[in-house]
């Protein structure tokens, strides 16, 4: 039982690997590339699935570091036009359809965003293979796995390239809509570059009372984290989704 627990493919408290992981990066660059981005450059794929597996196959699956996805963000990361950026935090859905309709782009509309969307992944050390039975758990196991980091490393770098006016939609049904802790609180809104204006919009839940405001402590402690970067703010609340999604 020990041996099975603690060396075996199945003691991490996460999901495991995607099954067909390499296969579906493949097949949803090939599409990007083709369908999503007609005319750009073409990109080698297959390169991209290489410098996607190679920085976590046969690693240790909690000792993930930026500098492993540098190659594949050096490779692949594409950047979004000014005033086109969505970023989100826990509002993952309706950041997306609001985008959708807006035609702006969130993290999840670059090509690494597209290939990594939904998919779990993480390795072995000694090991050619995934794991598919289970992978680190970001509170149970270790924050430092493969899949954290990752959207960490890409949310930095997209964070770092956006321009003009850019958005991001928080969630005004929690207590505090800005979460410091979160890749957004964290990673994100602490790399945006002078001159970039971020707008802020609050959405809660249809039939419930907002939880939070543009003028609650949450939101203060996004303004001074912008404020020492010379970034602009601007924030809308009180806003329920078919008030954001319809003609605001
Ligand atoms: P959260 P965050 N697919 O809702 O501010 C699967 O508190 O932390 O929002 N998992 C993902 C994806 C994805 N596409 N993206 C992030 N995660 C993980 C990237 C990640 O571990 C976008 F640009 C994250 O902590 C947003 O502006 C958690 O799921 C920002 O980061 C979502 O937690 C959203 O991250």
Redesign the pocket.
Known sequence: IYKWHHSGLNRWHGRGSTADFQKIIQERCDDYTQQIQPGARSRNCQGIKQAFTSAFISKDPCKATKEDYKPLLDLAYTTVPCNKAV????T?ELAHEYAKRRGLL???DTLL?SL???LSWCGEPGSPDLNYQSCPD?KKDCRTNYF?VF?EAL?ER?AENVCGTVQ?VLNGSIENAF?KM????RV?APNLRQMVTLKAWLVHDPGKPPSDSCSGPSIKELESILNQRSVRFICRDNLSRDQFLGSY
């Open positions: 970023f989100w935090s826990k993952k969130t993290l999840e965003g990594a969307d939904g970001w954290s959207w949310s997209f991001v979460d979160s890749i957004f609180g994100e």
